[in-house]
């Protein structure tokens, strides 16, 4: 079984920036992708972003939700660990931020997601 970890999140200014990661363990994966999606309170949760692996590294692929262009950036690390890196953050960013695993090719459906973390607040003040 695989499990996925979320760290980072917090309560920021407008305009300021959060750095979250995630960190999968368990079972490993040829190819899989790691998205980061979010849920605000009565909203249906939404893709973020997402990162692509191949043969268990890195492999160059990102995909961004158009309203976090310019402002959110996901890479990973030397140990696949993934970051996103929220700049400019606005009010309406304000949710619960989670990270999730898919076996296989990039997708932006919550429902194609095999793996899920906790999630981890993230709040933005005016």
């Known amino acids: 079984q695989a499990q996925v970890l979320e760290s980072g999140g917090g309560s920021v200014q407008a305009g300021g920036s959060l750095r979250l990661s995630c960190a999968a363990s368990g079972r490993t994966f040829s190819s899989y992708t790691m998205g980061w999606f979010r849920q605000a309170p009565g909203k249906e949760r939404e893709f973020v972003a997402s990162i692509n692996f191949s043969v268990g590294r890195f492999s160059g692929g990102r995909t961004y939700a158009d309203f976090v262009k310019g402002r959110f950036t996901i890479s990973a690390d030397a140990k696949n660990t993934v970051n996103l890196q929220m700049n400019s953050l606005k009010p309406e960013d304000t949710a619960v931020y989670y990270c999730?695993?898919?076996?296989?090719?990039?997708?932006?459906?919550?429902?194609?997601?095999?793996?899920w973390g906790q999630g981890t607040q993230v709040t933005v003040s005016a």
């Open positions: 999730a695993q898919r076996v296989g090719f990039p997708s932006r459906q919550t429902s194609d997601y095999d793996y």
